[in-house]
């Protein structure tokens, strides 16, 4: 069985950091295209980052360029999300994402039509 499990959103102050965790098991980690995409209220998902199979490619929107940044150990099968000088606009639910394309394709459209996703991990971004 599939699962996809994120963890590390919280409260932070405008200008403060947060790094979001996404483990996954129950499928081949190295094949799949992981990322990360976030839902604010009343708004519709969003593409925030994605890492390719390989890791030689990387997205961010450009909402988020400079200021996170996405990376993934495969020997512990977690995807990380390292969010710095925050702001009040990336207040949102964030939602690890896994495409066995192996492709970014679907994350950086925002979720749509990707194999696996997680219940998300809330982050709140005071003024």
């Excluded at 519709?44 to 199979?53: A, F, L, M, R």
């Excluded at 990336?90 to 492709?103: E, L, R």
Aim: include cysteine; charged fraction near 15%; charge should be neutral.
């Amino acid at each position: 069985q599939v699962q996809v499990v994120e963890s590390g959103g919280g409260l932070v102050q405008a200008g403060g950091s947060l790094r979001l965790s996404c483990t996954a098991s129950g499928l081949s980690f190295d094949d799949y295209a992981m990322g990360w995409f976030r839902q604010a209220p009343g708004k519709d998902p969003e593409g925030v980052s994605c890492i390719n199979w390989s890791g030689a490619y990387t997205y961010y929107a450009d909402t988020v360029k400079g200021r996170f940044t996405i990376s993934r150990d495969k020997a512990k099968t977690t995807l990380y999300l390292q969010m710095n000088s925050l702001k009040p606009e990336d207040t949102a639910m964030y939602h690890c994402a896994a495409d066995g394309s192996g492709s970014c394709g679907r994350v950086s459209a925002g979720g749509g039509g990707v194999d696996y996703w997680g219940n998300g991990t809330l982050v709140t971004v005071s003024s």
